[in-house]
């Protein structure tokens, strides 16, 4: 099974942006959809944003317009371009499968702050 292993967080002040990245310890060529997650403290984690293998592209509201997803196969990367972030932003944000999602399969994250 691919390992996905998230970087790329830390403070940033209301209206910066930051990239994250999601690192594949093999080829993402076998994960037809990858989606970046987030979880607020005190909050249920919730989707952000999906990615398929043909670029197609689904956002939560309040993020439209903000991040963009994209993923470089040749790279076995995912990534997640945060801009205009907002101090609700701030959670620690995760990539991972729909599937491994269901089943309840986490990595680390890694820890966004948006604050001045």
């Known amino acids: 099974q691919v390992q996905l292993v998230e970087s790329g967080g830390g403070l940033v002040q209301p209206g910066g942006s930051l990239r994250l990245s999601c690192a594949a310890s093999?080829?993402?060529?076998?994960?037809?959809?990858m989606g970046w997650y987030r979880q607020a403290p005190g909050k249920e984690r919730e989707l952000v944003a999906l990615?398929?293998?043909?670029?197609?592209?689904n956002y939560a509201e309040s993020v439209k317009g903000r991040f963009t997803i994209s993923r470089d196969n040749a790279k076995n990367t995912g990534y997640l371009q945060m801009n205009s972030l907002k101090p609700e932003d701030t959670a620690v944000y995760h990539c991972?499968?729909?599937?491994?999602?269901?089943?309840?399969?986490w990595g680390q994250g890694t820890q966004v702050t948006v604050s001045s």
């Open positions: 991972n499968t729909p599937a491994r999602a269901r089943l309840g399969n």
């Open positions: 093999g080829s993402i060529l076998s994960i037809n959809t």
């Open positions: 990615i398929t293998n043909t670029g197609n592209t």
